[in-house]
């Protein structure tokens, strides 16, 4: 198995200290580092989306494998400069206000970062004020509002009458997604589309940004 491979397999099985060892030895050795992240950490993450996605793993051992690949990432990232890094885009996500919840939203989180896009996490109970900002701020291609409340999930729709008031919606994509969420209610608010879980999330701004 080539070191590549090795660390691919760490991040797979979730092993941070493996994945944390092997990417030392790999920078050790110089060898360059987008290498170290694409074929090794996000390569780990590729093995790990369609079995996510098949059922064939769950949310937990999709959460290790996410952290032993942000603990390759982290020594990895240093070495390198942002412009070095293609990004898929920059998404904004963050859960709405009044929602506490936030297992779900980290988790598509992780795996939109670990699919290549920049994820500016706001947090948890984000107000509609704040995603305006933070839209005006990055000038991100997606907004992602996650909800897991029936009571908060209209903020939602608060949310995204404030980016159109604020002339944001034009070159912006809003994509939204929690438990009591669905496909129609996504259109009744004015959101671009809804997504089920963390792996349609990713391929729905895939999608999205074409
Ligand atoms: Co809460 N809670 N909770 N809770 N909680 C639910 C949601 C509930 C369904 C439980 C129940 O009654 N059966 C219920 C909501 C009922 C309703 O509104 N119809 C509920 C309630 C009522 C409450 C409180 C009001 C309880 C109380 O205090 N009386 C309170 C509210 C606090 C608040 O937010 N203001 C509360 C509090 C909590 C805890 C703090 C204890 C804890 C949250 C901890 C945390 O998140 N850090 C908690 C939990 C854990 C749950 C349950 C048990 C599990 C949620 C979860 O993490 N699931 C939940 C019951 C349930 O769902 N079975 C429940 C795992 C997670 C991976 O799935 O979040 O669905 P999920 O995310 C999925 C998809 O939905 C999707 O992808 C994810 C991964 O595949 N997705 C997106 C999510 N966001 C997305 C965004 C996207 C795309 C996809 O694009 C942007």
Known sequence: ????????DTVFRGDFFGAEQITKELIEKGIDPLAIINQGLIAGMDIVAPKFKAGEMFVPEVMMAARAMATGMELVKPLIKDTDVPSKGTVIIGTV?????????????????????KVIDLGVDVSVEAFVEAAKKHNPQVIGMSAL??????????????LTEAGLRKNLKVIVGGAPLSVEFSAQIGADDYASDAMAAKELCEKLLG
């Open 1 to 8: 198995m080539s070191d590549f491979n090795k660390l691919a």
């Open 97 to 117: 206000a009044g929602d506490l919840h936030d297992i779900g939203k980290n988790l598509v989180a992780m795996i939109l970062e670990s699919g290549g896009f």
């Open 149 to 162: 409340l029936t009571t908060t999930m209209l903020a939602m729709k608060d949310t995204i009458d404030a």
